[in-house]
């Protein structure tokens, strides 16, 4: 039974039997005289020392374990036998890498590189382990940390303080994925030692023997380089902005532009909207590759400033590149000005038609009024200016709007009627009245209650060209009126309209081109005779008043479930 000795090395003890101790240190001896006359033979060794102590770990399973002569020879054919590495200058140089020999399958391993950091060398050090330049890799890390709002700069951190230093030379080796054998070692520390004399023999003997005759620690010098290093410190800031600022720009356009059709936008996706706003006629991708042109290209120049500032060796944009980019982006403008446009003439001319229909109701009856919703559209019963895309029993897509106006007037006639005047906008009269001719509106009439459609819809193909619907209700002399209460975001109290916004949800008689409510609060009739002195009185102020609306504020309650509309106040209760 061969004897145990303890060893320690590069810090670390091991149980080695004699004869593998013995053979090991013969391999340590050979290296040493073979580094009799290298550059750094003392950090050579070390290092080779410390490589040894980590293969030995690795072979290690507890603390009681005995390493043997096989785990040596193991170590010696990874590292290589010192004969196989001539040292010599010149012929190391050429010698090629193929005939080095050696076993050591190369594992790459995180580590921080400090040597070529900014901060903590956790970029860098990334870039080594993903084989890419650490500035993408600290690009990548603003974008994130301003999409995430700061969140990964917890993640840095993090990186910082788990991820360890690449001290060593063995460290370094393995960061960048190269084999740590006797050969490798020797090369980079002979790169160090060659970096270093390189600095030296670069030193200007003469400027700096002048600076210390005239004095090592001039205060203006010291002063500039303060300023020189704050300036750099705020151009840098100003290219991480410019580069956030741009990056950001475009890629949000880039999503928000060419993925928009895939997106739904009340029932419909957002590129239906859009389309059914476009008047200019030319197609929508047309209108978004320019878009993108126009707006991306002054921020694609932004985010290449802002490498221009952070990388100095980043190559300047050719000429051609330049005059090529100036040329799209102001062919992109001038074609955007010509759809604008097209956009404003296609609605430059309103247009409106009227139907009238007379109502099958007496003079002395009492005709009652309510707004009603369609289900199969949209539940919503209150006045609403919004656009919507829905589809129609056929299964064709129409535009819904609720943009109803409601007013009531005297009737000419012994007639109750219903005026419809429907209007909308075209790049000419007839344009614009066909389209107000393309607006559908329903009403219907049941004994004497008249039942409103609280919306209209037109055909998709026709757009928005600002349609709207505007009801005239004409009650002859002598005739009842009921309102519903769910017509009072409807009603619009004009000049011309005889139907006080206090009044909806009463009785109320055509007396003398005046509706008199039979049933009101006597508190209510004081109220509205008072505002009725200056709701039509001429306004001597600087400010005009608009041509003929005035908006009371509502008074709307919820209705009740059941049909349609339902009249919450007690006045309807006892009306079928």
Known sequence: MNKTVNINLAGLFFHIDENAYAKLQRYLDAIKRSFT??????????????RIAELFSERVKNERQVIGIT???????????????????EIFEDEPTSQRAYTDTSVKKLYRDTEHSYIGGVSSGLGHYLKIDALWVRIAFLLLTFFSGGGFILLYIAFWIFVPEA??????????????????????????????????????????GNKAREGAGSFATTLGKIIMFILKVFVKFIGILLILIGGCTLIGLFVGLFTAGTLDFFD?????????????????????????????????????????????????LSLTAKLTLLGLWLV????????????????????????????????????????????????????????????????NKVIYNRDVNLSVQKSDSPEAKLIIKKNAQGSSFNEAENRAQQIVYNFEVFGNTLLLDNFFVTDYINKFRDQEVELILAIPEGMTLLTDNNISTYHRNRYSD?????????????????????????????????????????????????????????KVEPEQDGVDVETPVKELDSIN
Not at 269 to 289: C, H, K, Q, R
């Open 332 to 395: 992109s403008l001038i074609a955007i000005a010509v759809l604008g446009v097209r956009q404003g003439m296609a609605t430059a001319v309103d247009g409106e038609t009227l139907i009238t229909e007379v109502l099958p109701v007496q003079s002395t009856d009492t005709l009652t009024v309510k707004m009603k919703t369609q289900n199969k559209y949209s539940a919503e019963k209150y006045h609403n200016q919004s656009w919507k895309i829905r589809t129609d029993d056929n299964g």
């Open 498 to 554: 005889l139907l006080n916004r206090d009044y909806i949800g009463y009785y109320t008689v055509m007396q003398e081109s005046e509706l008199i409510c039979t049933t009101c609060p006597i508190e209510v009739i004081e109220e509205t005779e008072e505002s009725n002195e200056w709701k039509y009185s001429e306004s001597t102020s600087d400010s005009t008043v608009t041509n003929d609306v005035y908006e009371y504020p509502s």
């Open 71 to 89: 785990e040596v020879e193991e170590v010696i054919n990874i590292m290589g036998q010192p004969e196989d590495y001539r040292l010599d200058e």
């Open 37 to 50: 006359d290298a550059q750094g033979r003392e950090e050579i060794i070390q290092d080779i020392e410390a």
């Open 268 to 316: 419909g996706s957002i590129a239906d909207y859009v389309e059914m706003a476009n008047t200019s006629g030319a197609p929508l991708w047309l209108i978004t590759f320019l878009t993108f042109l126009a707006v991306g290209i002054p921020f694609f120049m932004l985010f290449y400033l802002g490498l221009r500032i952070l990388v100095n060796t980043l190559k300047r």
């Open 167 to 208: 001290r060593t030379t063995a460290e370094k080796l393995e960061m960048r994925g190269k084999p740590v054998n006797i050969d490798n070692i020797q090369r980079k520390v002979k790169e160090g030692f060659d970096t270093v004399a390189d600095s030296v023999k670069n030193v200007d003997y003469v400027k700096y």
